[in-house]
């Protein structure tokens, strides 16, 4: 995003306690997938959460979900996730009814036992190149059928363990 603050987080595995609530137009950016590892280690509830606009989170790894817990949620509009991978139990990746015009590119989720890859809610929201993995783990939900995702939007999406509903393809 033009006139964004950045943060390069280098390779390497970061303890977090708490969890990170982001705000507008900033870059937040590591090594790449599996070389810089952001472990939360909280109690349940949500890692990262971006509640500014312009927001763009990629190369990194996001580690070490509880039950009950989200990795990435979107509440604002015109964010990218791109290259993140989250690890763990819980829904790995979803954003808000009012969010819109967001995108994840190129994410993986390995979720244990069960888990959702992708909650994908709110306007225009889409998930290109996507995976998932895991036991008894859900590709993709869409929450809030009001909030339809247009048709064609998920592209090279991984239906492999995906269970999609007729709002997000159709």
């Given at each position: ?135 008894g783990a859900t590709g ?31």
């Open positions: 995003a033009s006139g964004a603050s950045s943060l390069k987080i280098p390779a390497g595995t970061y303890r977090v306690g708490g969890n990170w609530v982001l705000g507008s137009t900033i870059n937040i950016y590591g090594d790449g997938r599996g070389r810089t590892i952001l472990k939360f280690t909280g109690s349940p509830g949500t890692s990262i959460t971006i509640d500014g606009t312009s927001v763009h989170l990629f190369d990194l790894t996001v580690s070490h979900l509880t039950s009950d817990t989200f990795g990435v949620v979107v509440r604002a509009d015109g964010c990218v996730i791109e290259r993140v991978a989250v690890s763990g139990h819980g829904t790995a990746f979803s954003g808000s009814t009012a969010a819109s015009n967001w995108e994840l590119r190129d994410c993986s989720a390995a979720l244990t036992a069960g888990g959702v890859g992708y909650d994908l809610d709110g306007g225009n929201s889409a998930a290109y190149r996507c995976s998932v993995s895991g036991t993709a939900s869409l929450s809030s059928p009001s909030a339809a995702v247009p048709s064609g939007t998920l592209v090279d999406f991984d239906t492999s363990l995906a269970t999609l509903t007729t709002d997000i393809v159709s």
